[in-house]
C-alpha cells in the first residue's frame, strides 16, 4: 500500500472495475430476493447539488447493504424531461444567437430541443457517477422515450374514458414569462416588501356614520375588476351593511356587499374586494355568490379593454401607478402602510404569476385522492419519518382538482384532435383520426398543448418496464425523495399505481433532511449561496463528501450545512488507510474467517476476547439503523468502533501479543478479519477506499467487496 491514500488515484479506478463487473445489473445475482430503488429522475437540465448529491448517497447505502446481504438489488435511473425548465434553457440558447421558437416554429424546435438533450441531458447522470451511485446504467429511462411517451397518452385516454379528464374555463395560475398555465403546486411563495393601500369604496346608499367602507389591498390594479366587497358574517363592525351596494371607484358601477366565511377578519379592515378572474379565493367566493368574472389582465400580464381605455395595453405595474394617482385625486385613499407578504412565482422562472381564467385540461382528483389517503393511512406505504404524513393528509385533504395541460411545445403533446370546421369538437385518440367524427371531411388538427411534467413523472415506478422487469421490480421497497415533492410527486405516483397496477409503487416513503446553508436558509446557486460536491469531491475525495453529508444526516431534522464534517471524513479516510497498512505490514493469514471460529482459538487475551464481541455487537447495530434509516447514526457507530474500539485500542494492544509468539499468530488472525468485517460495515457509507482496501487483503474470498456477504 501506499504510504498515504489519494482518492484521485482510486475513485476513477474502483468504479471502473464495478462496471466492467457488471454486478450493478441484478441480472447478474441469481437469487430470488430483490430488493429495488428507483432514483427519483434528475431534470435534464440539471447539474448536480447538495440535494442530488443527499439522495444519491442514501439510495446508494441502502442499495450496497442490500447486495452485500446477498439480494438482487437494483437502483434504477433514469432522467426527466422538465417541460418548462427545457424549454426556458432551450430559448435561452437560442436568444443568445437572435432567434426564438417562433421564428424556427414547432417541429423545428422540438428538434433543437432533442439536440440540447442529447449534449447536456445526461451531465447529471455521468455527475451522480463521481458520487458512487451504483446503478444499473443499463436501464436508464426518459420521460420522453418512445414507449415511456405511449404510456403517457394511454393513461391521458383511460381517465378521459373513466370521466375523469375533463376540459373547462377555471381560474388557473398563469406565467406570463413562460406563457402557461401552472397549477398550484408548481409556484413558489417569496416574501417581498410592498403597501397595502386601504381604499374607500363609496356607499350607494350613505349615512352618517358610514359614507365609505374601507378595503384593504395589496393589488389596486384589480380594482377595475371588481365583482363584490366582501366581510365575514360574525364581523359585527359590518353586519348592517351587508346586502348593501357601493359604488366602485373609477369604474362607477355599482357592486354589493356580500358576507363569506372565507373572509379574514383579521386582515387589514376585515373588509376586501373580489376580483373573480384574479385571484383563486375570490374566484370560489365568487361561484358560491353567483357573481361575474371580469378578465382585466391577459395572458402577457397587461389590462385587457374590459379595463377601460385609459388602462388597456398598460402593464400591471404601470396600471397600478395610474390608479393609485387617480384614488388619490378623488381622496379615496384612506392610508398606505408597509406590508410585507407572499407573492406567487413561477417555479422555473421566478415572474410573478397571474391569476387568470383560462380554458384549460383538468383531472378530477376526488377518486383518486381518496385511494391515496387509504392506502398511507393503512400502513400499507409507510412515511417515514412519521411526521411528514401531516403534509399528505393536509394536501389530500383540501385538494382540487388538477390543471394538467401546459402551453409550451416541449412535452408530452395531449392525443387529442379538434375539428377544423367546429372548433371546439374533439376526440381523444393515441393516433389521429383518419376520418373526423363530427364534419367527416376535414384534417384533424392534434391539440398544441402539452402534459404537465408532473403527469408523466406520476408513471415513473412502471412506465416503459418490459412485463419481465415489471414483475421484478414492481413495487419498489422504498422511495428516497424530499420533502418539497410529497404532493408533486408522491402522492401522483401512489394513485397512479394503484389505478393501473392495482398495488402501491412503492413499500416505503423515506423523507430525507433537507441540506440548508449555516444560517438555515435554502440554498441557491442565483443568489452564491450552494455548495458544489463536485468540488468537495474534487477537493476531498467522494468518499469524504458522502461521509460529510452522512454524518449530518441525524433524525428528520435540516441540516446546517458544516463543512468541517467533510474534512474530518477525509481525516476518517487516512486512518482507515493507515490502519489498513499496518494490519498487512504484519503480513497476517487468515486461520479463522468467522466469529465463532475466532473465538474457538487457544491463548485468546482479554483484547482479543473484547474486540471480537464489540464487532458483532456493532456490526449489528449498524445494520438495524440502516434498516431504519437512521444513517447518521449509523455512520457513528460505525466510526466510533473503527477509529475507538479497532484503532486506539486493539490496535495498539496487538503491538505487545504480536511481539509475544504465543499470541502473535492469533493476533494477527484478528487483526486481519476485523479489518476486513469493518470495511463490509463501512463499505455502504464509503465505498471506494474500502474496496480499494479489500483487495489488497489476503483472504479467500469475492472478487469485489461489494458483493461479499456481510456477516
Given at each position: 500500500?501506499?504510504?498515504?491514500?489519494?482518492?484521485?488515484?482510486?475513485?476513477?479506478?474502483?468504479?471502473?472495475?464495478?462496471?466492467?463487473?457488471?454486478?450493478?445489473?441484478?441480472?447478474?445475482?441469481?437469487?430470488?430476493?430483490?430488493?429495488t430503488?428507483?432514483?427519483?429522475?434528475?431534470?435534464?437540465?440539471?447539474?448536480?447539488?447538495?440535494?442530488?448529491?443527499?439522495?444519491?448517497?442514501?439510495?446508494?447505502?441502502?442499495?450496497?447493504?442490500k447486495?452485500?446481504?446477498?439480494?438482487?438489488?437494483?437502483?434504477?435511473?433514469?432522467?426527466?424531461?422538465?417541460?418548462?425548465?427545457?424549454?426556458?434553457?432551450?430559448?435561452?440558447?437560442?436568444?443568445?444567437?437572435?432567434?426564438?421558437?417562433?421564428?424556427?416554429?414547432?417541429?423545428k424546435?422540438?428538434?433543437?430541443?432533442?439536440?440540447?438533450?442529447e449534449?447536456?441531458?445526461?451531465?447529471?447522470?455521468?455527475?451522480l457517477?463521481?458520487?458512487?451511485?451504483?446503478?444499473?446504467?443499463?436501464?436508464?429511462?426518459?420521460?420522453?422515450?418512445?414507449?415511456?411517451?405511449?404510456?403517457?397518452?394511454?393513461?391521458?385516454?383511460?381517465?378521459?374514458?373513466?370521466?375523469?379528464?375533463?376540459?373547462?374555463?377555471?381560474?388557473?395560475?398563469?406565467?406570463?414569462?413562460?406563457?402557461?398555465?401552472?397549477?398550484?403546486?408548481?409556484?413558489?411563495?417569496?416574501?417581498?416588501?410592498?403597501?397595502?393601500?386601504?381604499?374607500?369604496?363609496?356607499?350607494?346608499?350613505?349615512?352618517?356614520?358610514?359614507?365609505?367602507?374601507?378595503?384593504?389591498?395589496?393589488?389596486?390594479?384589480?380594482?377595475?375588476?371588481?365583482?363584490?366587497?366582501?366581510?365575514?358574517?360574525?364581523?359585527k363592525?359590518?353586519?348592517?351593511?351587508?346586502?348593501?351596494?357601493?359604488?366602485?371607484?373609477?369604474?362607477?358601477?355599482?357592486?354589493?356587499?356580500?358576507?363569506?366565511?372565507?373572509?379574514?377578519?383579521?386582515?387589514?379592515?376585515?373588509?376586501?374586494?373580489?376580483?373573480?378572474?384574479?385571484?383563486?379565493?375570490?374566484?370560489?367566493?365568487?361561484?358560491?355568490?353567483?357573481?361575474?368574472?371580469?378578465?382585466?389582465?391577459?395572458?402577457?400580464?397587461?389590462?385587457?379593454?374590459?379595463?377601460?381605455?385609459?388602462?388597456?395595453?398598460?402593464?400591471?405595474?404601470?396600471?397600478?401607478?395610474?390608479?393609485?394617482?387617480?384614488?388619490?385625486?378623488?381622496?379615496?385613499?384612506?392610508?398606505?402602510?408597509?406590508?410585507?407578504?407572499?407573492?406567487?412565482?413561477?417555479?422555473?422562472?421566478?415572474?410573478?404569476?397571474?391569476?387568470?381564467?383560462?380554458?384549460?385540461?383538468?383531472?378530477?382528483?376526488?377518486?383518486?385522492?381518496?385511494?391515496?389517503?387509504?392506502?398511507?393511512?393503512?400502513?400499507?406505504?409507510?412515511?417515514?419519518p412519521?411526521?411528514?404524513?401531516?403534509?399528505?393528509f393536509a394536501?389530500?385533504?383540501?385538494?382540487?382538482?388538477?390543471?394538467?395541460?401546459?402551453?409550451?411545445?416541449?412535452?408530452?403533446?395531449?392525443?387529442?384532435?379538434?375539428?377544423?370546421?367546429?372548433?371546439?369538437?374533439?376526440?381523444?385518440?393515441?393516433?389521429?383520426?383518419?376520418?373526423?367524427?363530427?364534419?367527416?371531411?376535414?384534417?384533424?388538427?392534434?391539440?398544441?398543448?402539452?402534459?404537465?411534467?408532473?403527469?408523466?413523472?406520476?408513471?415513473?415506478?412502471?412506465?416503459?418496464?418490459?412485463?419481465?422487469?415489471?414483475?421484478?421490480?414492481?413495487?419498489?421497497?422504498?422511495l428516497?425523495t424530499?420533502?418539497?415533492?410529497?404532493?408533486?410527486?408522491?402522492?401522483?405516483?401512489?394513485?397512479?399505481?394503484?389505478?393501473?397496477?392495482?398495488?402501491?409503487?412503492?413499500?416505503?416513503?423515506?423523507?430525507?433532511?433537507?441540506?440548508?446553508?449555516?444560517?438555515?436558509?435554502?440554498?441557491?446557486?442565483?443568489?452564491?449561496?450552494?455548495?458544489?460536491?463536485?468540488?468537495?469531491?474534487?477537493?476531498?475525495?467522494?468518499?469524504?463528501?458522502?461521509?460529510?453529508?452522512?454524518?449530518?444526516?441525524?433524525?428528520?431534522?435540516?441540516?446546517?450545512?458544516?463543512?468541517?464534517?467533510?474534512?474530518?471524513?477525509?481525516?476518517?479516510?487516512?486512518?482507515?488507510?493507515?490502519?489498513?497498512?499496518?494490519?498487512?505490514?504484519?503480513?497476517?493469514?487468515?486461520?479463522?474467517?468467522?466469529?465463532?471460529g475466532?473465538?474457538?482459538?487457544?491463548?485468546?487475551?482479554?483484547?482479543?476476547?473484547?474486540?471480537?464481541?464489540?464487532?458483532?455487537?456493532?456490526?449489528?447495530?449498524?445494520?438495524?439503523?440502516?434498516e431504519?434509516?437512521?444513517?447518521?447514526?449509523?455512520?457513528?457507530?460505525?466510526?466510533?468502533?473503527?477509529?475507538?474500539?479497532?484503532?486506539?485500542?486493539?490496535?495498539?494492544?496487538?503491538?505487545?501479543?504480536?511481539?509475544?509468539?504465543?499470541?502473535?499468530?492469533?493476533?494477527?488472525?484478528?487483526?486481519?478479519?476485523?479489518?476486513?468485517?469493518?470495511?463490509?460495515?463501512?463499505?455502504?457509507?464509503?465505498?471506494?477506499?474500502?474496496?480499494?482496501?479489500?483487495?489488497k487483503?489476503?483472504?479467500?474470498?469475492?472478487?469485489?467487496?461489494?458483493?461479499s456477504?456481510?456477516?
Amino acid at each position: 500500500m501506499e504510504k498515504t491514500y489519494d482518492p484521485k488515484q482510486t475513485e476513477e479506478k474502483i468504479y471502473q472495475l464495478w462496471l466492467k463487473s457488471g454486478y450493478f445489473n441484478p441480472d447478474k445475482i441469481k437469487t430470488k430476493k430483490n430488493y429495488t430503488i428507483l432514483l427519483p429522475p434528475p431534470n435534464i437540465t440539471g447539474s448536480l447539488h447538495m440535494g442530488h448529491a443527499l439522495n444519491a448517497t442514501i439510495i446508494d447505502i441502502l442499495i450496497r447493504f442490500k447486495r452485500m446481504q446477498g439480494f438482487s438489488a437494483a437502483c434504477l435511473p433514469g432522467t426527466d424531461h422538465a417541460g418548462i425548465a427545457t424549454q426556458n434553457a432551450v430559448e435561452k440558447e437560442l436568444r443568445k444567437n437572435g432567434t426564438s421558437r417562433f421564428d424556427l416554429g414547432r417541429e423545428k424546435f422540438i428538434e433543437a430541443v432533442w439536440q440540447w438533450k442529447e449534449k447536456y441531458g445526461n451531465i447529471i447522470l455521468d455527475q451522480l457517477k463521481k458520487i458512487g451511485l451504483s446503478a444499473d446504467w443499463s436501464r436508464i429511462r426518459f420521460t420522453m422515450d418512445p414507449e415511456y411517451s405511449e404510456t403517457v397518452k394511454k393513461t391521458f385516454i383511460h381517465y378521459h374514458e373513466k370521466g375523469l379528464i375533463y376540459r373547462g374555463e377555471r381560474v388557473i395560475n398563469w406565467c406570463t414569462r413562460c406563457q402557461t398555465s401552472l397549477s398550484d403546486l408548481e409556484i413558489e411563495h417569496q416574501e417581498e416588501k410592498s403597501y397595502l393601500w386601504h381604499i374607500k369604496y363609496p356607499l350607494k346608499n350613505p349615512t352618517e356614520k358610514n359614507e365609505f367602507i374601507i378595503v384593504a389591498t395589496t393589488r389596486p390594479e384589480t380594482l377595475l375588476g371588481d365583482a363584490a366587497v366582501a366581510v365575514n358574517p360574525q364581523d359585527k363592525k359590518y353586519q348592517n351593511l351587508i346586502g348593501q351596494k357601493v359604488i366602485l371607484p373609477i369604474q362607477n358601477k355599482e357592486i354589493p356587499i356580500i358576507a363569506d366565511k372565507a373572509i379574514d377578519t383579521d386582515f387589514g379592515t376585515g373588509a376586501v374586494k373580489v376580483t373573480p378572474a384574479h385571484d383563486l379565493l375570490d374566484a370560489e367566493i365568487a361561484q358560491r355568490h353567483n357573481l361575474p368574472f371580469y378578465k382585466i389582465i391577459d395572458e402577457k400580464g397587461r389590462m385587457t379593454k374590459l379595463a377601460g381605455p385609459e388602462f388597456e395595453g398598460l402593464k400591471t405595474l404601470e396600471a397600478r401607478e395610474k390608479i393609485i394617482e387617480k384614488l388619490k385625486n378623488k381622496n379615496l385613499i384612506e392610508k398606505i402602510e408597509d406590508y410585507n407578504h407572499n407573492v406567487a412565482r413561477c417555479y422555473r422562472c421566478q415572474t410573478k404569476i397571474e391569476p387568470i381564467p383560462s380554458k384549460q385540461w383538468f383531472l378530477k382528483m376526488a377518486d383518486l385522492a381518496k385511494i391515496a389517503e387509504k392506502t398511507v393511512r393503512s400502513k400499507k406505504n409507510q412515511i417515514i419519518p412519521q411526521k411528514f404524513e401531516k403534509t399528505y393528509f393536509a394536501w389530500l385533504k383540501n385538494i382540487k382538482d388538477w390543471c394538467i395541460s401546459r402551453q409550451i411545445w416541449w412535452g408530452h403533446q395531449l392525443p387529442v384532435f379538434f375539428c377544423e370546421n367546429e372548433k371546439e369538437k374533439f376526440a381523444v385518440a393515441l393516433d389521429k383520426p383518419r376520418i373526423c367524427p363530427f364534419c367527416k371531411n376535414c384534417q384533424m388538427k392534434q391539440s398544441e398543448e402539452v402534459l404537465d411534467t408532473w403527469f408523466s413523472s406520476a408513471l415513473w415506478p412502471f412506465a416503459e418496464f418490459p412485463l419481465k422487469d415489471l414483475k421484478k421490480f414492481y413495487p419498489s421497497a422504498v422511495l428516497v425523495t424530499a420533502r418539497d415533492i410529497i404532493n408533486l410527486w408522491v402522492g401522483r405516483m401512489i394513485f397512479s399505481g394503484l389505478e393501473f397496477l392495482k398495488q402501491e409503487p412503492f413499500v416505503k416513503t423515506f423523507i430525507h433532511p433537507t441540506i440548508l446553508n449555516k444560517e438555515g436558509k435554502r440554498m441557491s446557486k442565483s443568489l452564491g449561496t450552494g455548495v458544489d460536491p463536485l468540488i468537495l469531491i474534487e477537493n476531498f475525495g467522494a468518499d469524504a463528501t458522502r461521509f460529510g453529508i452522512i454524518w449530518q444526516t441525524m433524525g428528520g431534522q435540516d441540516i446546517r450545512w458544516d463543512e468541517t464534517a467533510v474534512l474530518a471524513g477525509k481525516k476518517f479516510c487516512n486512518k482507515i488507510w493507515n490502519a489498513s497498512r499496518f494490519v498487512l505490514e504484519n503480513k497476517p493469514s487468515l486461520i479463522y474467517a468467522d466469529f465463532n471460529g475466532l473465538m474457538r482459538m487457544k491463548n485468546l487475551t482479554t483484547a482479543d476476547k473484547k474486540i471480537l464481541k464489540q464487532l458483532e455487537i456493532f456490526q449489528k447495530s449498524v445494520a438495524n439503523d440502516i434498516e431504519k434509516f437512521r444513517f447518521g447514526h449509523a455512520l457513528r457507530t460505525a466510526h466510533d468502533f473503527f477509529w475507538h474500539q479497532f484503532c486506539d485500542v486493539y490496535i495498539e494492544k496487538s503491538k505487545s501479543q504480536i511481539a509475544d509468539s504465543k499470541t502473535e499468530k492469533n493476533t494477527k488472525n484478528i487483526l486481519l478479519f476485523v479489518l476486513s468485517s469493518s470495511l463490509k460495515m463501512l463499505h455502504p457509507f464509503m465505498p471506494f477506499i474500502t474496496e480499494e482496501i479489500y483487495q489488497k487483503l489476503p483472504l479467500k474470498k469475492e472478487k469485489l467487496l461489494m458483493i461479499s456477504n456481510r456477516s
